[in-house]
């Protein structure tokens, strides 16, 4: 069974359908990308994935468990195994890199010493390439990169077996961006992980993923790997990801 499954997923908002019967499924350990424009619905699929928004009708099963109408103790049970990585980190500014990478495991494993606290920033803070000496740091003082790279740790910290990004690297520098995508691609390959990113960044969903989804007002219309994304007949994704077709075709030396 595939680590997550939408069937005929259906949110209105006073009236209006903002995503249409849905239909997808993400095999576990896969690197999912959801792209579209914006309004397309991207983020709220992803928050109704996360259970942080109640679909108006369909099913959302995570690990075979249907999360839609789950009462919220239930649902605060199967969010465990999520971590969600925000579009601006939204790390708390008035705790330091190590108690916002410890604020879920302190809150929800009662019983844990300050010993395997240490050895839990060291071992993430070393796995997002960050060193230790941040740890001590507020997020005013540290750079967007540096911030986005502080939520995936803060994210792993409950050890979990889904990922969500929402426009992860949003506002960085081409460089940093390129850093973030190595880092989620280790992260999934390493540990195993299920990965949702929903971005409107071309070059990095052609580069992170195992498949792409299109959203479409509302629907996904189109849906494979990225060499048969590159190579589909729908022109609504072709007018979409023309700006990475250019790029490439430029970096061949052919436009």
Not at 8 to 34: A, F, M, N
Not at 89 to 110: E, M, P, Q
Not at 151 to 172: K, N, V
């Amino acid at each position: 069974m595939s680590a997550i499954i939408l069937k005929d997923l259906v949110y209105e908002v006073d009236g209006k359908r903002i995503l249409d019967q849905i239909h997808l499924e993400v095999p576990r350990g896969e690197i999912l990308s959801i792209m579209g424009q914006s309004g397309s619905g991207k983020t709220t699929l992803l928050r109704i994935m996360t259970g942080l928004r109640r679909a108006t009708s369909g099913q959302v099963l995570i690990d075979g468990e249907d999360i839609t109408k789950m009462p919220e103790r239930e649902l605060d049970r199967v969010r465990l195994k999520m971590g969600l990585v925000f579009q601006y980190a939204a790390l708390f500014d008035s705790l330091t890199v190590y108690d916002n990478i410890v604020f879920g495991v302190v809150r929800h494993k009662k019983r844990i010493s300050r010993e395997d606290l240490d050895a839990l920033v060291k071992e993430l803070l070393e796995a997002v390439g960050l060193e230790e000496s941040v740890k001590n740091l507020y997020p005013a003082q540290l750079s967007g990169g540096m911030q986005k790279r502080v939520g995936l740790a803060r994210a792993l910290a409950m050890r979990p077996s889904f990922l969500f990004y929402d426009e992860p690297t949003s506002g960085l520098d081409p460089i940093t961006a390129h850093t973030i995508d190595q880092l989620i691609v280790q992260t999934c390959k390493r540990r195993g992980v299920t990965s949702v990113v929903v971005s409107h960044h071309l070059p990095s969903i052609f580069t992170i993923s195992d498949r792409i989804a299109m959203l479409h007002e509302g629907r996904i219309v189109a849906i494979g790997t990225p060499n048969e994304i590159r190579h589909s007949d729908n022109p609504v994704v072709q007018a979409f990801i023309a700006p990475e077709k250019d790029l490439l075709l430029s970096a061949q030396g052919l436009s």
